[in-house]
């Protein structure tokens, strides 16, 4: 019986594998086509509609997370048949930054690490690549202030939105001897407070700016160990000490996906960051925050940052529920529009619903 259900599995294979070559010549045509009207080649709303489609059609039993892995792969495949898609990220490779990037835009894509989250702009100003992908909130420890400060001075829009699970590992060298120091980025190090108060709470802890660096030191390090992924760990040939040492088991991060233009098409399911500055005077925050409560709005996130340009100004960052061409969303916006100082629209974006 088993021979027989593996002849069928391999017939259905050969039928996966022509369908997907009959796919990739569609591809193939609808990539001259838009050469010949100078079209971007890369869709991310179309993308982001078309998977939450096969989802919402998946019976089982796949998982859903399964079938959007399996289907960006896909994407990602044919996608390289039209063009090559460069990809800007918050290095090294082996961060939670990296890991975000190769879940939305697949492996097909060349991807760039930069050094900091400022470079991964400079980058995509440069049109060196064509998105580029920063932390900008995690569950446990809040928004990453660097990225919402780069908006200030940057002309780049928001183009999407990834969240990942993000699970810590205790790593390091096979022949590690004792642990006197723990390397990785301040981010994990909140996230893991309560493991590393409990079982190191005497051991020092040595700030990076990123966990796959983080692991890089911890392998030229004998007496050293890192908090990382599991990409990290088998990057740098690390053993895994501990697994899952985070604090809230449902830790999540979320990371933004930057471009030099906004397609803003709608998907049905869309976010939308606004920056806007208001005068320093009682109710002028309330006012503002009143435009979106009174066309029914939800807001997602409001920060605050220091204004570059005047002392003890401020510069707010409000995201919330739907797309800036939607009806309610405009009557918002027009009425924010009337009542601040300085105003832009970031972005509006498909919102990432797949956890």
Not at 86 to 98: D, N, S
Not at 135 to 148: A, D, H, K
Request: negative net charge; hydrophobic residues 40%; charged residues 30%.
């Amino acid at each position: 019986m088993i021979d027989e259900y593996r002849r069928l599995i391999d017939e259905i294979d050969r039928k996966i594998l022509e369908l997907l070559s009959k796919r990739a010549e569609l591809v193939i045509e609808i990539g001259k086509e838009k050469l010949r009207s100078n079209s971007p080649f890369i869709d991310i709303s179309r993308e982001e509609i078309k998977i939450k489609q096969l989802i919402e059609l998946n019976k089982g039993p796949i998982p859903d997370i399964s079938i959007e892995n399996i289907f960006r792969e896909i994407i990602s495949s044919s996608r390289a048949l039209e063009g090559t898609l460069k990809i800007a990220f918050l290095g090294p490779e082996g961060t939670f930054t990296h890991i975000a990037a190769l879940k939305r835009f697949g492996r097909e894509a060349i991807y760039f690490p930069g050094r900091s989250i400022p470079e991964v702009f400079s980058i995509v100003e440069k049109q060196e690549a064509m998105f580029g992908v920063v932390p900008i909130e995690n569950s446990t420890e809040g928004v990453v202030n660097y990225t919402l400060d780069m908006f200030m001075t940057s002309l780049l829009n928001i183009i999407g939105e990834i969240i990942i699970p993000i699970s810590h590992n205790l790593i390091a060298r096979r022949d590690v001897r004792e642990i006197k120091k723990i390397y990785s980025h301040p981010q994990a190090f909140g996230q893991c407070k309560e493991y590393l108060e409990s079982n190191y709470p005497d051991v020092e802890l040595i700030e990076t700016n990123s966990t796959s660096k983080a692991a890089e030191m911890a392998s030229r390090d004998q007496n050293g160990a890192a908090i990382a992924s599991e990409v990290a760990a088998e990057r740098f040939n690390l053993e895994i000490l501990a697994s899952r040492i985070e604090d809230d088991p449902n830790n999540r991060t979320r990371f933004l996906v930057i471009g030099r233009g906004n397609e803003d098409k709608i998907t049905g399911k869309d976010k939308t960051m606004v920056m806007f500055s208001t005068a320093h005077k009682p109710g002028s925050l309330y006012n503002a925050l009143r435009c979106f409560a009174e066309n029914n709005i939800n807001l997602t996130m409001i920060q605050s940052r220091p204004s570059r340009e005047v002392l003890w100004e401020f510069v707010f960052f409000v995201e919330f529920q739907g797309h800036k061409e939607e009806n309610k969303v405009k009557e918002a916006l027009n009425s924010l529009r009337e009542i601040v100082w300085s105003y832009r629209i970031l972005g509006s974006y498909p919102e990432d619903s797949s956890l």
